[in-house]
């Protein structure tokens, strides 16, 4: 399978004494100290960003609106992480049935409370399970 040369390296090596592990390292990480942060919010910014929400109102409406999708969009996204979680438990054989029905059913039941699934999805709790 492997050449006469390849083998006998092979061979040689596995007979040679065991060097020790030493890393490399392939790229340097720069100091903590030399990399630039950026300099921290000025309270007096951080206060005119806040009064202008309070005090304009499409700036309001613009962040209510951003908030209202980064909350869908965070829902989405715990609800299909707990519907994969519970997938995979469906599929590991060597669960016994008890713990592999809790640990489908739990998740499955969370994300259904969560996030309802979408008419043309089956939610994992109503499917059967291989046990």
Known sequence: LLGPAIAEQLI???????????????FALPDVGTV???????????????????????ARDEASRQLEGAITLSRRLGAVLLRRAA???????????????????????????IEPAAPTEVP??????HL
Do not use: I, M
């Open 87 to 113: 997938e995979r438990a469906s599929r590991t054989p060597t669960l016994p049935r008890p713990a592999r029905e809790a640990l489908v059913n739990a998740p499955a039941l969370l994300a259904d409370a």
């Open 36 to 58: 630039p942060l950026p300099p921290p919010l000025q309270p007096r910014a951080v206060a005119e960003a806040v009064s202008s929400l309070a005090t304009d109102v499409r």
């Open 12 to 26: 040689q090596a596995d007979a040679a004494p065991a060097k020790p592990v030493t890393l490399r390292p392939t």
């Open 124 to 129: 994992v709790a109503s499917r059967t399970t």
